[in-house]
Nanobody, 116 residues
């Protein structure tokens, strides 16, 4: 089993910044992907960004150039730096960890609210 604990959500004005953190513990394999998804009210959960244990990153088109994902493998922690936030970024943000053989694990979610 893997446990994920998120922190850093909150309320910010449009144009502002927030940083999300997610720490993983438990049966973590050396090769894995950690990422952030989000779900807005009435919408499906969508991938925001992901990073492999080797450092390869991927981003949703809607956040490219504004969000940066990074990780600290020594601490099994992933970060999401969100700049130039827009009201449409408002959602619950979920941390995830995927690894072969054990499947996907999810955090409890962190609310991000961007006011106009």
């Amino acid at each position: 089993q893997v446990q994920l604990v998120e922190s850093g959500g909150g309320l910010v004005q449009a144009g502002g910044s927030l940083r999300l953190s997610c720490s993983a513990s438990g049966n973590i394999l050396r090769l894995n992907f950690m990422g952030w998804h989000r779900q807005a009210p009435g919408k499906q959960r969508e991938l925001v960004a992901a990073v492999s244990s080797g450092g390869t990153t991927t981003y949703a088109d809607s956040v490219k150039g504004r969000f940066t994902i990074s990780r600290d493998n020594s601490k099994n922690t992933v970060f999401l730096q969100m700049n130039s936030l827009k009201p449409e970024d408002t959602a619950v943000y979920y941390c995830s960890l995927n690894q072969a053989g054990t499947g996907a694990f999810w955090g409890q979610g962190a609310q991000v609210t961007v006011s106009s």
